[in-house]
């Protein structure tokens, strides 16, 4: 519990900044919990319950001093991707369901962190995270659009929702819609002149105040209604076993993007302030807040990029900043959840569509265009994915693009052949250094990938080919071994053939660079290496040339 130690030799001068941060997160996080639950398919008291023991929870086993835990737009929209076809409308079920998928993604959480799958933080690679936003923002803007106008939409297809959209718009829903205007002004006025002020918050307060001095919910305006007041009862979650499969197979989905989401909000804040976290110590942290929140009758939550920016501004210096929001939280669901019936449903869709609007970055989509066409691809097609098929889908499909990518770069990588310049003794690719040429009789050939079973034969093909090929008589052929970092089994038989096939041309096979670990790796089986070893080309060089003068 790295928090715990922060927090047992705490020091008395942070205590008014980190006061001041804690007061202005839990500002933002209220309104943001209740419109975040709504998104989830949830109560709005459970985006409450969702902030306050996760907070509490992750102040102790945090490696980041900022990082701000509670619900977030993607994983509540993945969420309600996952529950809504499961439950089928049965709101009792719903709500197990949730609570049973927030405890299953905390503990393969924890499972990750004990197995050191920290690094699973780079599986998400830029691209794919930029779509995914993308596509999560398009889906909640349509989907809080029936909100701001005071219609329901007939399906869950974003397609079928969008062809749904010119008729439900007419005939106009005044009184909705212009409470959502009065929400949107607030917010652009909050935010253009009073920017300490949170916006989300004010925007709730200005239009439950105009539905109570108003009567506008029996106007047609719809509210979120009474909130139970009180802190949850924490109690076990029941695991469905009828439903286990698909919730498991959702948890490790969310599982990966809620700690992706984390990772790269906590490692930013973390370099702006000179410090490290620790990617395995934050699996864990994740882990234990995401069953906090389970216990406490919550959904899944992740690091919250808004609220742990709003903790950064205000000055917050260590995890006390989520204890006292968190209480802060904990104090108003005791006293004043009254006001919170007369928020209107169409301000919570302004606010969602306003945060939504705000994960888009068309211009970063844009420049992957200039930087590699195919990073662009997947970023567009994760982005058409999760907005058109949905969120899991389209997550698993560009997660499997990526990793089908990179194994198509592994299997088929670069390669070069190698010479020198007349005046030199350094090795460059000739495909690059025209001035360079190869060496009369010997091939130099460059590989830049690891040797194993799914290029192994392409490998044998490459080099074959290139020696019958040849320009001149090849005399040795000489692998340059430095890009091959390892080589398994099936790669050790294929050199065999291939040493055999050569000597039948009258090649000599010869590698250089790693010596001594391929040598290594053949004392320890206990085999000899065929092949001739060196430690660097120039010495394979100079053993070929004095080869040659003795001939």
């Avoid at 700690?259 to 790269?264: E, G, I, K």
Wanted: proline share 5%.
């Amino acid at each position: 519990m790295p928090g715990l130690g922060t927090l047992l030799h705490y020091r008395r001068d942070w205590l008014r900044a980190d006061a001041r941060a804690g007061l202005s997160v839990a500002a933002v996080a209220l309104p943001v919990g209740v419109a975040y639950a709504e998104l989830a398919g949830m109560s709005p008291v459970a985006g409450l319950y969702a902030s306050v023991l996760p907070m509490m929870v992750y102040a102790l086993f945090g490696t980041s001093r900022q990082l701000i835990v509670g619900p977030d737009a993607a994983t509540c929209a993945m969420v309600a991707a996952t529950l809504v076809p499961i439950a089928r409308g049965n709101a009792e079920l719903y709500i197990s369901l949730s609570v049973t998928l927030a405890f299953l993604t905390g503990a393969l959480c924890l499972i990750a962190s004990r197995l050191k799958l920290g690094f699973l933080a780079d599986l998400l690679s830029r691209p794919i995270l930029l779509g995914f936003l993308n596509g999560v923002a398009i889906s909640i803007v349509v989907g809080q659009l029936g909100k701001v106008f005071g219609f329901q939409y007939r399906h869950a297809n974003l397609l079928e929702r969008l062809g749904e959209l010119p008729g439900n718009l007419w005939p106009v829903q005044w009184p909705v819609v212009l409470v959502a205007l009065a929400a949107l002004g607030v917010l652009w006025a909050s935010n253009r002149w009073l920017p300490r002020l949170p916006s989300a918050l004010a925007a709730m307060v200005v239009c439950g105040l105009g539905v109570w001095l108003l009567g506008l919910d029996q106007r047609g305006v719809a509210v979120v209604g009474p909130v139970p007041a009180g802190l949850p009862q924490l109690h076990w979650p029941s695991l469905p076993l009828r439903n286990l499969g698909e919730l498991l197979g959702a948890a490790a989905a969310l599982a990966l993007v809620s700690f992706n989401s984390a990772m790269l909000t906590a490692r930013s804040f973390a370099a702006k302030n000179r410090y490290d976290v620790d990617a395995d110590g934050e699996f864990r942290a994740l882990g234990a807040a995401n069953i906090a929140a389970a216990l406490s009758q919550g959904f899944v939550i992740s690091g919250a990029d808004s609220r742990t920016a709003v903790n950064d501004a205000n000055g917050g210096q260590t995890q006390m900043v989520s204890v006292i929001a968190a209480a802060t939280i904990a104090l108003v669901m005791l006293v004043l959840t009254g006001p919170l019936a007369y928020v209107p449903q169409a301000a919570l869709g302004v606010v969602l569509i306003y945060a939504s609007l705000k994960l888009v970055d068309w211009r970063g989509l844009w420049s992957l265009r200039r930087y590699s066409r195919g990073e662009f691809l997947l970023a567009l097609g994760t982005t058409v994915g999760v907005a058109f098929v949905g969120v899991m889908p389209g997550v698993g499909l560009a997660v499997t693009v990526a990793v089908l990518r990179f194994l198509m770069r592994v299997a088929r990588p670069r390669e070069s052949l190698l010479g020198v310049y007349p005046d030199r003794d350094s090795f460059h690719d000739l495909a690059i250094h025209p001035g360079a040429a190869a060496v009369p009789g010997m091939m130099v050939y460059r590989f830049e990938s690891p040797l194993t079973f799914f290029n192994a034969a392409y490998f044998k093909h490459r080099v074959l080919a290139l020696v019958d090929t040849a320009e001149t008589p090849v005399y040795w052929l000489v692998i340059d071994s430095l890009p091959i970092t390892q080589f398994d089994l099936t790669a050790l038989a294929m050199l065999r053939e291939l040493n055999a096939e050569l000597a039948e041309r009258g090649v000599t096979l010869a590698f250089a660079g790693r010596r001594e670990e391929w040598l290594n790796w053949f004392r320890e089986r206990g085999k000899t290496p065929d092949e001739r070893l060196y430690s660097t080309l120039q010495a394979a060089r100079r053993d070929f040339n004095a080869k040659m003068a003795g001939r």
